[in-house]
């Protein structure tokens, strides 16, 4: 090797006792742990890490093997769903997801679980060369389908998708005897000699309503036993089970979580084949970017969640992955939004060359010690799941239930103080965006859940809902507006005027923000011009404390209705509220309570 390639010998080497030094230095004298973080449910991130001693790469995908690339097949017009579907295929797509409407997976669209209209959405496809996810209840039609076209099921590379306690936790209902239909159904789909895999046990519909990754991880493995009982019950051996089932997983823009999440899930997978006594085969492992994540404010900025998203799925060892378009949670993707997320994976592989290194974030102490958090807190649940009875029991006494909605509400106060910012939604909102273009086509309504066994439906959920609620009750009231009595030169007060700006508009409140004032006198009538009800003082903490409280005086004078401070000035905040400063917005603050309290004084009806 050229000595110009010897990277590692150009960097000098530092002991951690010299970086815990220059961290502290920089902290002036605080400790390192200081800058220590915890995910949603607790576990701890520290700033710093070792390098993982005694860690082997994780067995993934087969070597120098690159994942699928899964497009969703989900338009209910099957003309056009076949046209995309076969533009997908010969631009760089290797397989196709169908959702069926009706499921929660289709997002309110999908195929008709009928023959023909299977028939007509896959004409011209090769069964035998394309790989096929089934999602939701249509399997029965995709078999008579398949039989139609004469295809050797032997053949076919195909995922059937049942998942009846996933579509429980999503509808709320699960057929009484579910254990032995699916059984009978496996057995009947074998005879006819499909291989599978059979079931596929889902994390979406937790990660939808809010878990976090180790939740999501500890509901897929209480499952996956869950199912495996149920098979046994039923007449199957342990390791006959084992190998009907795959998993599919949400990954996020959290790019080292959602890697350690897969990660984990392979070690969770293994531990669980151990604990069995059945000979280890490999986990299928499918990755779809997080639908809560993305946002209907400023979509494209979708296209950099999932792009990150992917590449974690990629590094993570996804057998194959499914990115969203950027519209996704606008209505239907059109042929844009498919085009640049398949071509996302196409770079990802074909430039980025991911796939060419099997686990490249083995010894990472960040990662391994992150992927060894979330299997210890998926497995502490998991144990707590199956002592309740496994999945189906844990669901329908609301355990798994109370679980998220604890990390989801800490989440919430993450995003509602801006600590976890949503671009374009809650942080630097684009309040004059225009329409994203989407296909048209009708919704169709989640389908009821079966007769039986009842739960707690958990609830789709994504992080922006609460901002765009806010934009949409905004403009339904006509755009309100927020007078800015900017106070001082420019340049004194630019930071905190656009930090103020992204405050109010993220609440779809308008900054009339392009005067700024050298002295009082004048602020007054230029607020009664501007036509708003409510104005922001924006001025460095000096000018605060020369002109601050006669500038209140001088604009509840002139009939604010509510006057805020871009700012904590301590010192000062007594002085200025006795003036007539009614509220405050600061980094850290509540901003959706905020935003929400303003709707409410102006007025505003909640969309």
Same mark, same amino acid.
């Given at each position: ?40 449910? *607790? ?48 631009? *760089? ?169 897969? !990660? ?73 939004? !498919? ?58 006494? *609301? ?43 009708? !919704? ?135 003036? *007539? ?27």
């Amino acid at each position: 090797m050229s000595d110009a390639l010897r990277i590692t010998d150009t960097f000098p080497g530092f002991s951690r006792d010299e970086w815990v030094a220059a961290v502290e230095k920089a902290l002036k004298g605080k400790p390192v742990s200081r800058l220590t973080t915890k995910t949603v449910d *607790g576990l701890e991130v520290e700033p710093m890490y070792h390098r993982a001693k005694g860690k082997e790469p994780l067995a993934m995908r087969a070597d120098n093997t690159p994942w699928a690339v899964a497009q969703r097949v989900d338009n209910p017009d099957v003309a056009k769903a076949n046209k995309q579907a076969l533009d997908d295929l010969k631009n *760089g797509s290797n397989m196709l997801v169908v959702p069926f409407a009706g499921s929660a997976a289709a997002r309110g669209y999908g195929i008709a679980a009928d023959k023909d209209a299977i028939a007509k959405a896959l004409d011209g496809v090769m069964l035998d060369v394309v790989s096929l996810r089934l999602e939701g209840a249509g399997q029965a039609a995709f078999v008579e389908f398949v039989e139609a076209k004469g295809a050797a099921p032997a053949g076919l590379c195909l995922s059937f998708g049942f998942d009846p306690l996933g579509n429980f936790a999503s509808t709320g209902g699960v057929a009484t005897g579910w254990a032995a239909e699916l059984a009978e159904t496996i057995r009947g789909l074998q005879d006819k000699g499909f291989k599978g895999p059979f079931i596929t046990v889902d994390g979406r519909p937790y990660h939808d309503a809010g878990a976090s990754d180790s939740q999501e991880l500890g509901a897929v493995v209480a499952t996956i036993i869950t199912y495996v009982k149920a098979l046994e019950e039923n007449g199957f051996d342990t390791a006959e089970a084992f190998g009907l089932i795959d998993v599919t997983l949400s990954v996020s823009a959290d790019q080292f979580g959602s890697l350690s999440k897969l !990660r984990a899930m392979r070690k969770l997978w293994a531990n669980l084949l151990d604990a069995a006594g059945v000979e280890f085969k490999a986990l299928s492992l499918h990755a779809e970017t997080s639908f809560a994540m993305t946002t209907r404010l400023d979509p494209w900025v979708n296209t950099l969640r999932v792009s990150t998203a992917g590449f974690a799925a990629g590094v993570g060892g996804a057998n194959s992955v499914c990115i969203l378009p950027h519209a996704i949670a606008l209505g239907l993707p059109n042929a844009l939004g !498919r085009r640049i997320v398949r071509n996302l994976q196409i770079m990802l592989i074909e430039e980025s060359n991911l796939y060419r290194v099997t686990d490249p974030a083995a010894g990472s102490g960040y990662v391994e010690d992150l992927t060894d958090q979330y299997g210890n807190a998926a497995w502490v649940l998991f144990q707590e799941i199956f002592a309740a009875g496994g999945i189906d029991a844990a669901l329908k006494s *609301g355990l798994v239930q109370e679980a998220i909605a604890k990390s989801s509400e800490v989440r919430n106060a993450l995003i509602a103080k801006r600590k976890e910012a949503l671009t374009g939604s809650s942080a630097f909102p684009n309040i004059l965006e225009g329409e994203t273009a989407v296909d048209e086509a009708e !919704r169709t309504e989640l389908a009821a859940a079966p007769a039986g066994e009842s739960c707690e439906p958990l609830k789709v959920f994504r992080y922006s809902m609460p901002f765009e609620a806010l934009r949409d009750a905004a403009k339904a009231a006509g755009e309100p507006t927020v007078f800015f009595a900017q106070i001082g030169k420019i340049a004194e007060f630019t930071a905190r005027a656009t930090w103020a700006k992204n405050f109010f508009e993220a609440g779809g409140i308008k900054s009339l923000s392009d005067q700024n004032f050298l002295e009082t006198g004048e602020i007054g009538a230029a607020f009664k011009a501007s036509g708003a009800k409510i104005a922001c003082l924006v001025a460095s903490d000096a000018r605060y404390e020369e002109m601050g409280e006669e500038v209140a005086k001088e604009l509840k004078e002139a009939g604010v209705e509510m006057l805020w401070l871009a700012g904590r000035p301590a010192d000062i905040m007594e002085k200025l509220s006795a003036a *007539g400063v009614e509220a405050y917005c600061f980094e850290g603050c509540d901003v959706l309570g905020e935003l929400q309290n303003i709707h409410a004084r102006l007025g505003i009806a909640k969309a």
